[in-house]
């Protein structure tokens, strides 16, 4: 075969084996994992309150306050999934993309 023609086999080797992606891959694991983690740890510790002292999560949310704790509390955990959520995709699309599309770059020279 020519050595000027690659065929996507190679192509995806040379990716595959270069250290910059292996890094790429590592950290961007490392920081879902870690994600990951922290928002089904902050989940399940409020859904443990809710089993085991749900006295607390039905505190008034100041004295005289028909609305309980458990409300914000609940609410501030969805903003704080989501807000984490949108951070990880403008990491992913600010950085991440940023270094696979250069590694590809380099993998094709």
Known sequence: MNSMIDTPVEHYRRIRENPRYIALARARSR?????????????????????????????????????????????LLIVVAWLLTAWYVHRANSHFDHVSASIVKESQR
């Open 31 to 75: 920081l879902t994992w870690w994600l990951s983690a922290l928002v089904l740890a902050s989940y399940f510790l409020f859904m443990g309150v809710a089993a085991a002292r749900p006295d607390l999560l039905h505190l008034p949310l100041y004295p005289g306050s028909h609305l309980s704790l458990g409300i914000p509390l609940a609410t």
